[in-house]
Each structure stands twice: as C-alpha cells, then as structure tokens.
C-alpha cells in the first residue's frame, strides 16, 4: 500500500496569513492526490483533485501543487472558516490511502 | 443534486457483523464513470478509504480490511451496502458513504453525512 505523510500535524495561524500543509507519498503517484477540508461534525469535503484542480466552488485562495512524491496545500488570506483539518489522498493505486490529517488552529 | 444517505444499526456486539446501506438519490448508480465507496473515521482518528465497487459488480478492498469486507451493489434501488463481518472494538468509527470520479481522478467528489457505528455488547 502507498503511504501519505503530511507534514505538520498541527498548525496555528491568523486571519490572513498564508499557510502551507506538504504531502509525501511513500511512492510515485504522479498527480493522484486529493485535498479534502473536513470541518468538525462534518463529512470531509473535496477541495483538490489532480494534485492542483480546484474543485466547483472552492474559493480561489485555496491552491493545490507538486507532482510524483511531493505535494502541497496552500490557503493564501486565511479566513475564520478555514480552520478545519486537512487530508490529503492518494488515488493512484488501490487501496486510495489517506493522510493522518493537518489541524488547522486559529492562533 | 446528488445526495448519499447511510443508513444502518449505530450498535453492533463484538465478533458480529456491521451492516450499512448507502442509498444515492439525483443520479442513478449505473452512470458510467463513477465508484461508489465507504470510508470510515474512529473518534479523534483519521480518515481510512474501506472499498469501492462499480455498477457492475467490480470491486476493490482496503488490504487490512479485506478478509472481512463486503460491498455490493442493487442498481435497482439505487442503493449500495456494506458488510464487515467480525467486528471489534476498534471498528467503532463514523463510516461515510461517497462517490469517487474518474472525471476527478478518482477523488470523492460527494459524501454522506456519514453514520455512528458502536460495537460493544
């Protein structure tokens, strides 16, 4: 099975800052990988697919790159209703693995 | 719009068998292009991608879960289920239904609301 690891686990942040979550995968996945925001209470939500698609209706300040092994989420002028946690994904080969997850903490 | 509803017992005894079911409504199953799958997330934990099937029957099994995991599909309700047999503690877990596209690369593009799963006796 491919591995995902992101990097931090927690993150503390303000209001408009830009903060940057990484993903590593334990193999080459070109740019399978998916960026999902779960909110607590809530199902996740799809933010990313294809390492770097917004998906319909994620806010622009949201933006996804990288490619193989290494990749990262970038929210630039954070807003109160980004504090949430990440998830990155895998959906090169089966099983699609998950991230253990970034939490996103208001400073 | 599309909507996934799970649907299922909250409670299950240890060494029994957690049943789910997923129904999808504003599409139909059998559109091409499209998986329908079950994740699971025990409390405070993260995210863990269960399986997926196709209209057709085609399937695909987390490695760890495998020789317990059952999906299937009823295209004629629209519906898919879940079955993981042996249960234990640490099956405890909100467990959501999702539809993974190809037009997406295969990311889940829409969840369920997703269902609390107990098992204790």
């Known amino acids: 099975d491919i591995q995902m690891t992101q990097s931090p686990s927690s993150l503390s942040a303000s209001v408009g800052d830009r903060v940057t979550i990484t993903c590593r995968a334990s193999?080459?996945?070109?740019?399978?990988l998916n960026w999902y925001q779960q909110k607590p209470g809530r199902a996740p939500q799809l933010l990313i697919y294809a390492a770097s698609s917004l998906q319909g209706g994620v806010p622009s300040r949201f933006s996804g790159s990288g490619s193989g092994a290494d990749f990262t989420l970038t929210i630039s002028n954070l807003q109160p209703e980004d504090f949430a946690t990440y998830y990155c994904?895998?959906?090169?080969?089966?099983?699609?693995?998950f991230g253990q997850g970034t939490k996103l903490e208001i400073k | 719009q599309l909507q996934l509803q799970e649907s299922g017992p909250g409670l299950v005894k240890p060494s029994g068998t957690l049943s789910l079911t997923c129904t999808v409504s504003?599409?139909?199953?059998?559109?091409?292009?499209?998986?329908w799958g079950w994740i699971r997330q025990p409390p405070g934990k993260a995210l863990e991608w269960i399986g997926t099937i196709y209209y057709s029957g085609s399937t695909s099994y987390s490695s760890s879960l495998k020789s317990r995991v059952t999906i299937s599909v009823d295209t004629s309700k629209n519906q898919f289920s879940l079955k993981l047999s042996y249960v234990t503690a640490a099956d405890t877990a909100m467990y959501y239904c999702?539809?993974?596209?190809?037009?997406?690369?295969?990311?889940?593009?829409?969840w369920g609301h997703g269902t609390v799963v107990t098992v204790s006796s």
């Open positions: 504003g599409d139909s199953i059998s559109n091409s292009g499209y998986y």
């Open positions: 999702a539809r993974q596209s190809s037009g997406h690369l295969d990311a889940s593009d829409f």
């Open positions: 994904q895998q959906s090169y080969s089966a099983p699609y693995t």
């Open positions: 193999q080459t996945i070109s740019t399978f």
